[in-house]
């Protein structure tokens, strides 16, 4: 299995496994995650989620041989399941990061209700570096944590992110050793068992409240955008130069 879940104290454990591959996430993974998600928002006795992936490494986002070959062609695709799931979770998620956590492992934290990363963990948004655009409301979101200056230079130049930046940039809340940021993570997790779950649920509907119609705008749009720019030049051009292990040309690009 390379999404593995199980339940522990309260708690539904996500894992991205698949470490042979840098936790590269394929579409059957997108729909099990997906499925993880929605099963535990329905499941009696889960207070909280936790999505974590190996001690030295996240994800590496798109598995891109996959992706190319399965691109998503509307939003019943996996990967929007998952967004959609996620973005709409009614319970709190906690993520942890270790290593790095590259494209939609970093977005998708975006909509984590508690964040916390090793020292060596490495964020990055590389979406026009590969001729597409943000994804996941990251264009609404980070903005909103970061300010509009430092959202613009990490999505506009897809500069990477280190562990203190990710803090001071509200993606993350706290950094831990590497050893210790899942055991700590799920310890956070767990302490929502022992509070009222419709008091949790409501307060953080509330907290969300007054970006959620943003959030669900640009989840939109962004999808749309990311789906056209995946079949233009500038993404082929990119991607090919990716495979071929070679800088990529734009210069005949409009």
Do not use: W
């Amino acid at each position: 299995m390379t999404i593995k879940t199980r339940t522990s104290d309260g708690v539904a454990v996500i894992e991205i496994a698949r470490p042979a591959k840098k936790n590269a996430i394929t579409v059957a993974m997108y729909q099990q995650l997906a499925d993880a998600v929605i099963a535990a928002g329905r499941e009696r006795g889960v207070y909280s989620l936790l999505v974590h992936g190996q001690p030295d490494i996240f994800t590496a986002g798109n598995d891109l041989e996959d992706f190319l070959k399965n691109p998503p062609a509307d939003m019943n695709a996996p990967v929007f399941q998952f967004m959609t799931a996620l973005a709409n979770a009614e319970k709190p998620v906690v993520a942890a990061v270790n290593g790095a956590a590259v494209g939609i492992g970093t977005t998708l934290l975006l909509h984590c209700d508690l964040v916390y990363c090793a020292d060596n963990a490495k964020f990055s948004m590389p979406f026009v570096s590969l001729g597409l655009c943000p994804e996941f409301a990251s264009s609404v979101l980070l903005p909103l944590a970061a300010g509009y200056g430092r959202a613009a230079e990490k999505l506009l130049l897809s500069d990477p992110i280190s562990a203190e930046e990710a803090v001071e940039m509200r993606i993350a809340h706290r950094i831990l050793p590497p050893g210790e940021v899942i055991a700590y993570a799920q310890k956070q997790a767990q302490r929502f068992a022992a509070l009222p779950p419709n008091s949790v649920r409501e307060t953080k509907r509330l907290l969300r409240a007054g970006r959620k119609k943003a959030v669900d705008a640009a989840m939109a749009d962004e999808s749309q955008t990311f789906a056209r720019m995946l079949h233009g030049a500038e993404a082929k051009e990119a991607f090919t130069a990716f495979l071929e292990r070679r800088k990529p040309d734009f210069s005949a690009a409009p």
